[in-house]
DNA sequence: CTCCTGATGTCAGTTAGTGACATGAGCGGT
DNA sequence: ACCGCTCATGTCACTAACTGACATCAGGAG
């Protein structure tokens, strides 16, 4: 990071990120699989975290709700763990460079499949799984962007609880119901976050 | 693709894919971004028909409602222009190749990027032109591979309200009304279609 | 002290991707 | 008919990401 934050990413070589870390390139490339990954040496925890967050959810959870739950819990966990700034350098790579951003969406890819599975255990049936996963993930997604946003970054948990809510307000009113639910729905419950 | 299924995804050069094509490599990146990029010529075309399809939704509609018929309309024009053998051709690099799927990932972030600002053109505001692009692309995805996984696809927009329905069910039951809601609602709007 | 194993280094090779410059076909104007 | 311009393509040389094969070397078990 140290490197990719004086020199920018393109122009840093994998070389001289080996040398820095004394190492030679051919080692650099035992670790990770390729130059991206090393910026992704966090994402294993954290999909850990979230299947166990999960798996941990009262019995009587909505799938929804568990999910909700457990990455509120992640994001706290994340914002004890993780220096700020590296967080926000980090994330300035991941916007900058599509080819970084590519590896992003991966991961997150790849924890929607876990989040899927975790929920399978619970019991919950297709599509809802994935359909709840993938819920989860864009829920996760405009979260964490807004929390970064923020001047100085406060609780995470708040922002996803806040994305949960509009998203329940963004997919109500289905094809029965088109008129009445809209108004006054919408008024009521966001207020009380 | 003739040669992506002759001889597989890694071992075909772009040098062998410009001489088929009759050109040099050269020539074939001023075309191309890159290699992965040859599978992707449509998907500036899927982007613009369903930005408009978003657009001429009727003033009444709710944005997600908007969403989900703009596409239907796509996957009805995707399935009539392609041959469905190219379309699992091109489906089995994507899961075989993670390399592709990231390419695949990013094309539908810039589409959900796309989506957003067609909802913002609508007087959607944020956070809910965000999480309701988030929600399509979501419902768009897993419509896609449930009607891939039909040994003889059929009707692609039957997938995708299938999905918007479970999408519904899923987000149902919030803080308030945790208790009642779930049995009752599932069980008779999902009947309908 | 020795053998084995696992981590690291060395080296040579492939391929994606890029910049600089050459060529050549077509086209508009005179 | 000729000139000169432009645009697509080709040629060449170069960088940097990655990979496979083999060498080396330190530390631990016996």
Redesign the interface.
């Known amino acids: 990071m140290e490197l990719f934050v004086e020199r920018g990413y393109v122009q840093t070589t994998v070389e001289e990120i080996a040398a820095r870390a004394g190492l030679t390139e051919r080692t650099f490339f035992r670790y990770f699989e390729d130059k991206r990954e090393v910026l992704f040496s966090g994402s294993k925890g954290l999909e850990k975290s979230i299947v166990e967050g999960i798996a941990s959810a009262p019995k009587?959870a909505?799938?929804?709700?568990a999910v909700a739950a457990a990455f509120e819990a992640a994001g706290a966990e994340l914002q004890e763990r993780r220096d700020l700034q590296y967080v926000r350098a980090r994330w300035a790579l991941v916007t900058q460079h599509?080819e970084i951003?590519?590896?992003e969406?991966?991961k997150l890819?790849s924890l929607a499949v876990a989040v899927r599975a975790a929920l399978h255990a619970r019991g919950v049936d297709e599509?809802?799984a994935?359909?709840?996963a993938?819920?989860g993930i864009?829920?996760f997604?405009?979260g964490f962007e807004?929390w970064l946003e923020e001047r100085k970054p406060r609780d995470f948990a708040d922002h996803i609880r806040?994305?949960v809510?509009?998203?329940?307000?963004?997919?109500?009113?289905?094809?029965?119901k088109?008129k009445k639910a809209?108004s006054e729905k919408k008024d009521k419950?966001d207020k009380?976050e």
């Open positions: 009587g909505s799938p929804f709700d599509a951003r590519e590896r969406l991966i890819a599509p809802a994935s359909l709840t993938e819920a864009a829920v997604k405009i807004r806040a994305a809510v509009a998203l329940r307000g963004v997919t109500v009113g289905g094809d029965e088109k809209r419950k009380k």
